[in-house]
């Protein structure tokens, strides 16, 4: 069977038959391979070892196999195999001059990231996608599950430092929310796909230079719906914002250390407040915590709250009430890192 990938939107699109190259081999490798076999799809992957049991489960599940012994090999072996559809997992990570070659093979290639937010309408609706990336990725995602958490929200982690995206898509019980953190070269796929189904509800970066630059950012920011969350100190995430084509109606949200403009968040002298996600924010901030509150969660220097602020606002733009936010920092087992 030869499919356009284009028409594979949803869980319930007909993948069966569909020739698929999945690259990597690794965690996030298995679970799209796993994903793919029991959509029905004809599956194939390359990848270099070692790979534990997941090459002799794969078997069994039906993939066919292909061992390479470096990015070079894997590369053309990936060409020479047909296929609709090559799928690149966060565990292949080349230099470029390796991968580059797949994208003009002439098949669709598509990041880890692009498979499986076409997917993740397996419960019968997707949960709200937050995207982040950068140096604070991680401690942002952790501060605002562990909120979620304490809201009795089903906030689930996923990506660097964090298991695979799709274990939380495919979870029999589903989840609330999916915060999932992205590597740069994860941003650098996204950023080829000229045509995408990503629709994230959030995305974040506090991020000011590090590994990523203003293009990799700008494709973390690319079609999001609801909020985009930019460091409003920092001139990267600003521009990455403003150059980001997002879907109408989607807001810029910054954060900083000092008085909050609006639809910021921000600190006025002793107080942590929220003037983004209030109808009259034009004259009005509400109280999320105060600075001691903060501190004793253990968010002390600027970058700590930047880092608390930038989860504050995932919270915000999932509902989650201020005075919630405000009792969970005073839950016993902070401080944060």
């Known amino acids: 069977m030869s499919a356009n990938p284009a028409d594979l939107l949803s869980w319930t699109s007909d993948w069966s038959g569909v020739r698929v190259t999945v690259v990597g081999l690794g965690e996030v490798g298995f ?10 799809a004809q599956v194939s992957t390359v990848y270099s070892g ?21 990015d070079e090999e894997i590369t053309s072996r990936v060409v020479s195999i047909p296929a609709d559809l090559i799928v690149l997992a966060p565990d292949w990570e080349p230099e470029l001059e390796a991968e580059l070659p797949l994208w003009n093979a002439g098949v669709p290639v598509w990041s880890d990231v692009e498979f499986s937010v076409r997917v993740a309408d397996k419960p019968g609706s997707p949960p709200p996608m937050v995207f982040l990336a950068g140096n604070y990725a991680s401690h942002i995602a952790d501060a605002a599950q562990r909120i979620f958490l304490h809201a009795k929200i089903r906030a689930a982690r996923a990506g660097v430092d964090a298991p695979p995206v799709l274990d939380a898509l495919r979870h029999p019980d589903g989840t609330d929310a999916v915060l999932w953190t992205l590597s740069a070269r ?13 629709r994230p509800r959030l995305t974040v970066s506090i991020d000011d230079g590090g590994e990523l630059a203003s293009g990799s950012l700008e494709a973390l920011y690319t079609q999001t719906v609801q909020a985009c969350v930019y460091r409003r100190a920092g001139d990267l995430t600003e521009r990455a914002v403003e150059k980001a084509f997002v879907v109408e109606g989607c807001r810029a949200i ?20 929220d003037r983004a996600f209030l109808p009259d924010r034009k004259d009005r901030a509400l109280e999320l915590c105060t600075v001691d509150e903060l501190e004793k969660a253990g968010f002390k220097t600027p970058q700590q709250v930047e880092v608390a602020l930038a989860a504050f606002a995932v919270l915000r733009a999932l509902d989650v009430a201020p005075e919630v936010i405000g009792g969970a920092l005073q839950v016993p087992g902070w401080p944060s890192e």
């Not at 921000?266 to 942590?272: A, F, N, P, S, T």
């Open 50 to 70: 070692p790979v534990g049991d997941r090459a002799t489960i794969a078997g069994v599940l039906g993939v066919a196999l292909h061992e390479e012994a470096t």
């Open 186 to 198: 994860q941003l650098w796929r996204m950023g080829r796909e000229l045509e995408t189904a990503r």
């Open 254 to 273: 910054g954060v900083a250390v000092d008085t909050p403009g609006m639809s910021d968040l921000g600190r006025v002298e002793d107080i942590i407040c």
């Open 31 to 40: 679970s799209l391979l796993d994903t793919l076999a029991e959509l029905g």
